[in-house]
């Protein structure tokens, strides 16, 4: 009964941001934590970031630390990718995915996913 929308990815210049939007539905979306991935051509899918049910505990990967900011609006169901200094590694498909309680950095933790948004960065 859960689905995950996501939007916001586009084309954008190195140095630049974006903002990735995840729209779930239900009336369970604060009970679980949101994770973010990515995949790019060729590549594994690989952990992006991760919020907890409320919001006051966030896990990035080394690779976003310091440029991405996980967050959520359980008034409204979604969830947040704030993406800035963007990077041509960063092009990827990303998904947004409901996950465990734990902290889980890896994919089978996480039981619904989006279809994907592309997000493109050009050098």
């Known amino acids: 009964q859960v689905q995950l929308v996501e939007s916001g990815g586009g084309l954008v210049q190195a140095g630049g941001s974006l903002r990735l939007s995840c729209a779930a539905s239900?009336?369970?979306?604060?009970?679980?934590?949101l994770g973010w991935f990515r995949q790019a051509p060729g590549k594994e899918r690989e952990f992006v970031a991760r919020?907890?049910?409320?919001?006051?505990?966030?896990y990035y990967a080394d690779s976003v630390k310091g440029r991405f900011t996980i967050s959520r609006d359980n008034v409204k169901n979604t969830g947040y990718l704030q993406m800035n200094s963007l990077k041509p590694e960063d092009t990827a498909v990303y998904y947004c995915?409901?996950?465990?309680?734990?902290?889980?950095?890896?994919?089978?933790?996480?039981?619904?996913w989006g279809q994907g948004t592309q997000v493109t960065v050009s050098s």
């Open positions: 919020i907890s049910r409320s919001g006051s505990s966030t």
């Open positions: 995915a409901r996950g465990p309680s734990y902290i889980s950095t890896v994919m089978s933790s996480y039981d619904y």
């Open positions: 239900g009336r369970t979306f604060s009970n679980y934590a």
